[in-house]
């Protein structure tokens, strides 16, 4: 299973931006998807993230600013940031939580997208 990312760029404080990130591969399904971010010098965190029954969790700093959502038909997954703020600067990465087949069994594994590059200036 492989993940695209796009969307990322430069925008002003209190603008907005797009994520996308699409699943493409052999996979028997996805359940969880997300999105974590590392500014530099701090460690990677879990921005959001949404469920296979749809529920979502966000971090604190970014609810009410930020919606994940997710197309099933198209193993997609986007993450709608409003409002940004200077502290939303970071590589946003995002993730899929799959299955597939590992020989007789069903297996579950996480794979990663390549992280896109979100900058906003104050």
């Known amino acids: 299973v492989q993940l695209q990312a796009s969307g990322g760029g430069l925008v002003q404080a209190g603008g907005s931006l797009r994520l996308s990130c699409a699943a493409s591969g052999s996979f028997l399904s996805i359940d969880d998807m997300g999105w974590y971010r590392q500014a530099p010098g701090k460690e990677r965190e879990l921005v959001a993230v949404?469920?296979?029954?749809?529920?979502?969790k966000y971090l604190s700093s970014v609810k009410g600013r930020f919606t994940i959502s997710r197309d099933n038909a198209k193993n997609t997954v986007y993450l709608q940031a409003n409002n940004l703020k200077p502290e939303d600067t970071a590589v946003y990465y995002c993730y899929a939580d799959y299955r597939d087949f590992g020989g007789p069994t069903v297996v579950s594994d996480r794979t990663w997208g390549q992280g896109t590059l979100v900058t906003v200036s104050s």
């Open positions: 949404i469920l296979s029954d749809g529920g979502t």
